[in-house]
């Protein structure tokens, strides 16, 4: 069972009631939700939130620690598999397409593994010519991916030159399964949507909300213990922002304006990804007491199929 769909559209909300009705857990597919002490720019769920289901992968590596595609891919397929031994059903919840579809489609990232030194070539290469040769380098080999990095996000620039030298294959050539292929479980996805400017005033609503729980204490705590700001957790949407405002780049108004300008624009990229996938059953969360209707949907349709997703 998949729930996915852009942000702000109350996934983890649906999620949860759904799972409680049926006898699901759920599986965060959040790249976001993995670290922890980001909490408020994630909207991470809190354990009232949680409703008493069990939710995996939330809160598992530190903001500064290695985590990619390759590992949740692993990491949720073992935890579907637990979850279907003891009779439950897995609901994956959340909005980055690439994790969802690395799960359910056959994503092969086994040949991908990282090459020492190369990788501490490439890092030498930074500190004598800086993080711009890499990208140039990048840039020549697989533009893709390039166009989609920060020029100084040297950990990313690195994998991907490494992807490459390994395999011989640019690594956005993993990520444009633009046509998805026989799923491996079972599948019912389905997927939250509402009309564009009343997702993008809802989205405006959730990064005040976020401002007034103390996002910029948050961020402010999360410099102060020596995370990097070139750190992809602190590149996350939120962070980046904010961090820009406390050190001094951009006032607050520019930091807030930048922030949720930046989160429009995520979910059009979400909504590009999730329509390209025909398997998708898109629900409407538009109109008042959809959300009661949603979860009956879902639920009445689980029910009309084996448990063994």
Do not use: C
């Not at 949720?76 to 979850?83: F, G």
């Not at 990788?119 to 390039?146: F, H």
């Amino acid at each position: 069972m998949v729930i996915t769909g852009p942000t702000a559209t109350g996934k983890s909300d649906i999620g949860v009631k759904a799972a409680a009705i049926v006898g699901g857990e759920i599986i965060s597919a959040d790249s976001m939700l993995v670290y922890r002490g980001m909490d408020i720019g994630t909207a991470k769920p809190s354990a009232e939130q949680m409703g008493g289901i069990t939710h995996h992968l939330i809160d598992i590596v530190e903001p500064d620690e290695e985590y990619n595609v390759s590992l949740f891919q692993q990491q949720a397929r073992s935890i579907i598999k637990d979850i279907i031994s003891r009779n439950k059903i897995p609901f994956m919840v959340g909005g980055t397409g690439l994790y969802i579809r690395s799960v359910i489609d056959d994503y092969d990232f086994s040949d991908t593994g990282g090459d020492e030194s190369y990788r501490k070539a490439l890092q030498n290469v930074v500190v004598e010519r800086g993080p711009e040769s890499l990208y140039k380098q990048l840039s020549e080999i697989d533009p893709l991916t390039a166009k989609k990095l920060h020029p100084r996000d040297v950990r990313r620039i690195i994998r991907a030159l490494e992807v490459h030298k390994h395999t011989g294959r640019p690594i956005s050539s993993y990520h444009t399964l633009d046509r998805p292929g026989q799923p491996l479980y079972n599948l019912l996805m389905f997927g939250l949507t509402m009309e564009r400017e009343a997702l993008y005033k809802r989205i405006e609503q959730r990064v005040d909300l976020m401002l007034a729980a103390g996002l910029v204490e948050e961020v402010a705590r999360l410099l102060r213990m020596g995370f990097s700001t070139e750190l992809s957790s602190m590149r996350g949407l939120g962070y980046k922002e904010i961090a820009a405002y406390l050190t001094g780049a951009m006032s607050l108004d520019q930091a807030v304006d930048v922030l949720k300008r930046n989160t429009r624009r995520f979910a059009k990229r979400q909504l590009t990804w999730f329509r390209r996938d025909n398997r998708i059953r898109w629900l409407s969360v538009d109109q008042p007491g959809s959300q009661e209707f949603i979860v009956q949907e879902i639920t009445r349709t689980v029910a009309g199929v084996s448990k063994g997703l």
